[in-house]
């Protein structure tokens, strides 16, 4: 199966086929996180009955999964509706949620949509870490009460928790939560700017010095193991098999790379996606680029884990060499080489 | 044994995509897939409770330029592999006699 799994991805990949969808519901959101990358401004939602039709054109263009984030999500309150809809449609969905707003109710319609997995922010073992990061007092109550009512119900969790200078002592802890309450844990380093472009979440952001505390050396080493083939290593399926949509219905190559190639208020996702002349879609997509990005011949490309994404939020080029990347690069090399001379 | 005037149907709970000439199905939890070449992925896009074995054997004839006898017999057996699969069903009425 992951044979045939695989071989569609690089189909896709190939043909530009978008594979996963992102598909950001809102931006409105019930928590007010301190390293948030997401934009706060509304400027009209897609309604359902927006939404539908693109469901249907996605459909139509080869896409399976779909992932549903915000903001948060269940702040929709058509949010059922649409994923009932998606679910008719043939989509796998993954649901994107701070969970607090699942009650018992709610996790019986989340489970009868039988998603392929729901993924629900934690940042603390405890209510005093989590609820500090969130700035909502109640928010981890909420969260676990979550984890444990999907769990119950046989829905696959998969807790999110990104490592910052308030979280990372609890790193174990918060592993050992996770599995405790039978989901799976994602824990990882790394703040990124907002999606606007500001710099601000990034004061939560790990030193180097707390990275070391925090992560076994093995978990370093890992890292390194990077091609030194500049369109191996940035293998990132952005405007191919990845493609996202925002609230208002503008298309991006992904989440994480908000360059609008076009609105399906005024064009349909094929006119979009497959539109000729789109420079900046076109550079994303040719091999040779990356070969000459400032990065390819960079003498820490193999200590590198780089996010075009990120790049082009930091300096409006996907190519361009991206300042986080940099930092965690020089970070790894640090270990790198003191761990070879001792 | 399959009749050739029965009518073929999808099953419910399968999701598909077609990807150039292939057809691409994955089960409701995501535990089975299965990947079609072009003429199984032509009869599997037929198969809408709305045409019957025949219909599809005259129209791969047509489509692929094979001659019936052949058609026939190689569309029979895929059939059956696609209901011992459970991806498709078979049945005697078609949804637009409802």
Known sequence: ???IVKRIERICTEKYIPFYAIFELTYRCNLYCRHCYAPKDQNGELSFGEIEPILDQLVKMGTFNLIFTGGEILTRKDFFDIAIAS?????????????????????DQIANLKPMGVEISLYGACAETHDFVTTVPGSFDCAVNAIRLLVDRGVSVVTKTVLMNSNFNERKEIEDLSNSL????????????RRDGSLLPLKHDLSFEDMENCFPEEIVSANFKQSADPAKRIPCKAGKAVCCISPEGDVSPCLLMPANLGSLREQTMAEIWYQQGNEFLNRLRTPEAYKSSPCANCDLLKFCVRCPGIAYIETGDPFEKSPNACHYAEWRHQIYSESNKA | MISSDEYVIRCDELAWRKYDDEVVIISEDGSQIHSLNKVASFIWELSDNVVTVNDIVARICDRFDVKKDIAQADTMKFIQQLVDKNLIQLGKHS????
Do not use: V, Y
């Open chain 1, 182 to 193: 039978g989901a799976i844990p994602n824990i990882n380093a790394g703040i990124i700017p």
């Open chain 1, 1 to 3: 199966m992951e044979k």
């Open chain 2, 95 to 98: 949804c637009l006699n409802d």
């Open chain 1, 87 to 107: 679910r008719s449609k043939g989509f796998f969905l993954i649901l994107m949620t701070n969970g607090t707003l699942i009650t018992a109710n709610i996790a």
